[in-house]
């Protein structure tokens, strides 16, 4: 089973920042690495796919970056709504494994 | 307008089971495979099983293999999930999520199934 590390844990940033997450997986996934958001009571959101292809609706200040074993979410310039918690998935084998999730809060 | 709505969860006993459905709108069900992922409360997310458009292909995550049984009336536009023996560590939000090019891009709000005595 592949296990993804999301890092860090929690990234406490004001609105107007620039916000990175990383992703690191335990053997390579090649590109096949998506980017989940999820706001409390809610299902997550599909943001990235391909470790790089935005997902339909999602702003342009979401990105994505990388391959192999080490992948990047990057939001340009925080917007309030994107307080949430994040998740990197994988779908290079079965089973599919998520990342334990990142929270990102407001400074 | 698309959606995925779960239903079937609900509080039952350890050894118990239950069986969830999640009726599929908006969208030609038959044309995608479907997946099933659960959230225990305050936790991650976890790949429970996976179903192709015409049933060819099943996959389950070894925590349910043998419990669980994955099916679809694409007839009827509806996705289901036989839960058997059923443990305390199957409580979860269980969501039902279209597969798009291997992602899951669409899901309903869930359904919460609580395992307890």
């Known amino acids: 089973e592949i296990v993804l590390t999301q890092s860090p844990a929690t990234l406490s940033l004001s609105p107007g920042e620039r916000g990175t997450l990383s992703c690191r997986a335990s053997?390579?996934?090649?590109?096949?690495l998506a980017w989940y958001q999820q706001k409390p009571g809610q299902a997550p959101r599909l943001l990235i796919y391909d470790a790089s292809n935005r997902a339909t609706g999602i702003p342009a200040r979401f990105s994505g970056s990388g391959s192999g074993t080490d992948f990047t979410l990057t939001i340009s310039s925080l917007e309030p709504e994107d307080f949430a918690v994040y998740y990197c998935?994988?779908?290079?084998?079965?089973?599919?494994?998520f990342g334990q999730g990142a929270k990102l809060e407001i400074k | 307008e698309v959606q995925l709505v779960e239903s079937g969860g609900g509080l039952v006993q350890p050894g118990g089971s239950l069986r969830l459905s999640c009726a599929v709108t908006g969208f030609t069900f038959s044309s995608f495979s479907m997946n099933w992922v659960r959230q225990a409360p305050g936790k991650g997310l976890e790949c429970v099983s996976y179903i192709s458009s015409g049933s060819t292909t099943i996959y389950y995550a070894d925590s349910v293999k043998g419990r669980f049984t994955i099916s679809r009336d694409n007839a009827k536009n509806s996705l289901y999930l036989q839960m058997n023996s059923l443990r305390d560590e199957d409580t979860a939000v269980y969501y039902c999520?279209?597969?798009?090019?291997?992602?899951?891009?669409?899901w309903g709000q869930g359904t919460l199934v609580t395992v307890s005595s």
């Open positions: 999520a279209r597969d798009r090019a291997g992602w899951p891009d669409l």
């Open positions: 998935q994988q779908r290079s084998n079965w089973p599919r494994t």
């Open positions: 053997q390579s996934v090649s590109s096949y």
